[in-house]
């Protein structure tokens, strides 16, 4: 399992490389090229710069989070042929400059959603929050105003001012998808890139969809061990694989993450894991807290052991941490609680392999 975390690059981060490069067992980062809009392709001059500076603060530059798939490509809508040409050339050149892994989503809209960015816990940290009460409360109707007049203080991925025009219309298009919709619009994509994928060698690795169940009323796809087969079987190719995500898919009860482990493994699929805990209180309510199992839900050590004992060896990242000891990042991406918790995953990595 080679360790990573992942890093937004020198204008949007307030994490140094060479910080990371302090962690210790840190192998690279998770890198993109956050300013190229989905649907066009990433120039080969900015993918090498930024492989340049990873790689001259003694880091890996192996896996991409993420390449975003165009609303086009979601929809089916017919600028997608073209977006899925730009697609294939980013992939190859991303092979060029020497990265193994694609990390990405097909969540309609929006990335992750959160109620509240900054949500206390008893120990005086801040946190993300998802509290379906408040969720439920914003309507597609209303979603432009709300983004509005939370944009000051409250702007999650996808939630960027210059996409509010854009929203209401999204959501009017969106709601004629069904979840087999979407799913044939993902399976079209993936036939097309699969063969430029198997011939750099390039891994896609899809992202659950966070929360795992439907919000603001939108299809999603990727929500437990069906949706994963399911996707994993729309194109048969090695290259058609999972980022799983154990705090997105662990918020949701039900979600037996060891047994989804074990299956993605099996299948050769699992290229990426997101490490992170979380704390269900209530149904559809959950903070994300640290890494130990104690402070959350889900068992870390059962986690790690099925990673283990099922020779998973691809690639890994603490996911979003809590903030704490009065540090100033975008939320979840700190860099002091998630370098707890590397230490962490080192030490009960350490603790298998000497058995
Ligand atoms: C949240 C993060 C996501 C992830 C994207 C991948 O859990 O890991 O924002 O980066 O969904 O495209
Ligand atoms: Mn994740």
Not at 82 to 87: F, G, L, S, T
Request: charged letters at 25%; a negative charge.
């Amino acid at each position: 399992m080679k360790m990573i975390m992942r890093w937004f690059g020198e204008e949007n981060d307030t994490v140094t490389l060479q910080q990371i490069r302090q962690v210790p067992n840190i192998d690279g980062v998770a890198g993109a090229l956050h300013h190229i809009p989905a649907g066009e392709a990433w120039p080969m001059d900015e993918i090498l710069a930024l492989k340049k500076s990873i790689n001259d603060a003694g880091l890996q530059f192996e896996v991409v989070e993420s390449v975003n798939v165009s609303d086009a490509i979601k929809l089916g809508s017919p600028e997608r042929d073209a977006h899925i040409e730009n697609y294939k050339l980013t992939i190859s050149r991303l092979a060029e400059a020497g990265v193994k892994v694609i990390c990405y989503n097909f969540m309609p809209v929006f990335d992750w959603t959160r109620s509240s960015l900054d949500a206390p816990l008893p120990d005086g940290s801040q946190t993300m929050e998802y509290n379906e009460s408040i969720i439920a409360e914003i309507k597609p109707d209303t979603i432009a105003d709300y983004m509005l007049e939370k944009a000051e203080t409250y702007s999650l991925p996808g939630w960027e001012p210059e996409r509010m025009a854009k929203i209401v219309d999204l959501f009017s298009k969106f709601s004629v998808i069904t979840e087999e919709k979407l799913r044939e619009n993902l399976k079209y994509f993936l036939d097309a890139i699969m063969p430029v994928c198997e011939e750099t060698g390039v891994a896609m690795a899809i992202h659950p969809d966070d929360p795992p169940w439907s919000v603001f009323g939108l299809p999603r796809i990727f929500k437990n061990q069906g949706d994963m087969e399911a996707i994993m079987a729309l194109n048969e190719n090695r290259m058609n694989g999972i980022t799983l995500c154990t705090g997105c898919l662990g918020s949701h009860p039900d979600n037996d993450i060891p047994a989804m482990i074990e299956s993605a493994v099996s299948k050769g699929k699992l290229h990426f894991v997101h490490i992170r805990n979380i704390r269900i209180t209530k149904p559809r309510y959950f903070r994300e807290v640290s890494h130990f199992s104690g402070d959350g839900s889900l068992d870390m050590f059962a986690i790690l052991k099925a990673l283990y004992q099922s020779g998973f060896d691809g690639y890994a990242r603490p996911d979003h941490g809590r903030m704490i000891w009065g540090e100033q990042a975008r939320p979840g991406y700190g860099l002091y609680d998630r370098a707890l918790g590397i230490a962490y995953i080192n030490g009960i990595w350490e603790a298998l392999e000497k058995g």
